[in-house]
């Protein structure tokens, strides 16, 4: 759902609360959709899929980085989510780890949406979040192609390592980790190193803190949520 993503935060103001988001799809019909019906469950979907409510940490985060990382946005709404849908995540290593050039194969995705539910889901349902999630991976830079779906390189932005940061920090991951964690892999293709000059690039944004000096990272990330660090 990312062009509709991108055409409500367009249209409400970065300090509009969830009635707000609500207002804008369901009564101004900000998307375009064709009857009230479809208005409210994309709106349920939308707010399953990004939260649209500035109590939400995850989600000030996300709209403090739309405005300044255009080119993040597919990854950026491609993280947050990742945090908000289990299944969606479930299906970040058979694509991610995948070399560039390399098929995506369905089977695989299957695979692994079966381990991860058990039989709590159909085959039917199952094929549904699968095609989904191929869409998303696809929509995020990381495949391509309407019926083989290969591997591409997805290019890595400060605002989509700044918050891979945030968020592997609140898994717990040290900072000596935190740019190898599943959520630095999803931000961009890289490793560490790789990355590292977009995480010290979001630094000087005043997005985080980050240093690197003799081989030793040390990342703050916490500053990335405006209102859990007081700024304004």
Known sequence: ???????????????????????????????????VATRRISFQRLRELYGLDPRLPLFRVLRRLWEGDRAGRPRLALLTAMARDP???????????????EEMMRATLLAKLRETVGGRLNDGV?????????????QAGFLQGRVRKVRCRAEPTHG?????LWLGRLEGYPDSRLLDSPWARVAGDGDAAELLPFALRADQLGLIHARAAADILEVHPGILDPVATGAP
């Open 1 to 35: 759902m990312l062009r509709d993503l991108e055409e409500l935060l367009a249209a409400v103001p970065a300090d509009g609360d969830r009635s707000v988001y609500a207002d804008a799809v369901i009564r101004e019909n900000v998307l375009g959709k064709q009857t």
């Open 87 to 101: 299944l969606l995540t479930a299906t970040a290593p058979v694509v991610v780890l995948l070399n560039v050039g």
């Open 126 to 138: 199952l094929d549904k979040v699968a095609r989904n999630a191929a869409s998303s991976w696809a």
């Open 160 to 164: 989509t390592v700044a918050l891979a």
